[in-house]
């Protein structure tokens, strides 16, 4: 059983387009995070949601927006898709968010490359 | 702003040698340390944490911390080329009451046969 999964695992668009990745993790966690890694392979949080709750929203413009419909899911929906957000986006999710012991490891998904044309 | 700082390499080492990664990080309240492998088009997975000053080995990794010099590093001893991949320094900072994740930007590693 895939523990964290995100679909799709391409995604090939035009830009204006509004599109949705998804991701569920079945390990029990209760924190999930959605990361950005740019062509030059720099990992940079976007958002993180405890039990469906937002906790931490970096600089990231509006046109993101991140759904939790429960502590299992956390959706990313862009819109006004623009060639500057091609990169590969990655779901994770920990067990715990301040306890740092090793209940703040982070378990990632396969990733999702977002090419926008 | 928090930072982590990694050399990017490329850190050649042959097979059978010690590879040593090297990481700094600025937020002195700092409290987790954790190293990631990432291979090509792949994802990151978790190699070692480590919370407490000292040295904490795990087979062929060593993952060392030193925090009143804010540095921590990562061991890799009797180097194989399947170790060949980027290695990420992640630092978990903690602002007020949630946690973050800080990545460096990685030190890719190619260990030649």
């Known amino acids: 059983d895939t523990a964290v999964s995100q679909t799709p695992k391409y995604l090939v668009t035009q830009m204006g387009n509004d599109k949705s990745i998804k991701c569920e993790q079945n390990l029990g966690h209760d924190t999930m995070y959605w990361y950005k890694q740019d062509s030059k392979k720099f990992l940079k949080i976007m958002f993180s949601y405890n039990n469906k709750e937002l906790i931490i929203n970096e600089t990231v413009p509006n046109r993101f927006s991140p759904k939790s419909p429960d502590k299992a899911h956390l959706n990313l929906h862009i819109n006004s898709l623009e060639l500057g957000d091609s990169a590969v986006y990655f779901c994770?999710?920990?067990?715990?968010?301040?306890?740092?012991?090793?209940?703040?490891?982070?378990?990632f998904g396969p990733g999702t490359r977002l090419t926008v044309l | 702003q928090k930072e982590v700082e990694q050399n990017s390499g490329p850190l050649s080492v042959p097979e059978g040698a010690i590879a040593s990664l090297n990481c700094t990080y600025s937020d002195r309240g700092s409290q987790s340390f954790f190293w990631y492998r990432q291979y090509s088009g792949k994802s990151p997975e978790l190699i070692m944490f480590?919370?407490?000053?000292g040295d904490k080995e795990d087979g062929r990794f060593t993952a060392q911390l030193n925090k009143a010099s804010q540095y921590v590093s990562l061991l890799i001893r009797d180097s194989q080329p399947s170790d060949s991949a980027t290695y990420l320094c992640?630092?978990?900072?903690?602002?007020?009451?949630?946690?973050?994740?800080?990545f460096g930007k990685g030190t890719k590693l190619s260990v030649k046969p």
């Open positions: 994770a999710s920990s067990q715990a968010k301040t306890s740092g012991s090793f209940a703040d490891t982070q378990y």
């Open positions: 992640a630092v978990n900072s903690y602002g007020g009451s949630q946690g973050n994740l800080i």
């Open positions: 480590i919370y407490s000053n």
